[in-house]
């Protein structure tokens, strides 16, 4: 589960994102745990409110640092993310050359 983690990056606690949601403070301790009784929808309405997918709250842990860059991409217009793709793919090459 990486709620907290997400949620720590953006600089919330718990009962901003509980009222982002709203919810209580409880609801999200409880989102933040992987209790039982939590539902796909309050999942669903966590990512929303982080501005994440679902599959961001449950997948691999990435570093702040990924989660930006993530985010900054998603908010690439469609069209642009290819050259933007580029540019990154570009910039990780000329890095590599200077670590050599």
């Given amino acids: 589960m990486n709620i907290n983690r997400i949620r720590r990056a953006k600089g919330l606690t718990q009962v901003q994102l509980a009222e982002l949601m709203n919810v209580?403070?409880?609801t999200i301790s409880r989102l933040e745990r992987g209790d039982e009784g939590t539902?796909?929808?309050?999942?669903?309405?966590?990512?929303?409110?982080?501005?994440?997918?679902?599959?961001?709250?449950?997948?691999?842990?990435?570093?702040?640092?990924?989660?930006?860059?993530?985010e900054t991409f998603r908010k690439v217009p469609v069209s642009k993310r290819s050259q933007v793709l580029s540019l990154l793919e570009l910039a990780s090459a000329l890095a590599g050359e200077r670590n050599q």
């Fill in 39 to 70: 539902t796909l929808g309050q999942y669903k309405s966590c990512a929303i409110a982080l501005s994440v997918t679902v599959s961001d709250l449950f997948g691999d842990s990435q570093s702040i640092l990924e989660l930006r860059l993530l």
């Fill in 24 to 26: 209580t403070q409880p």
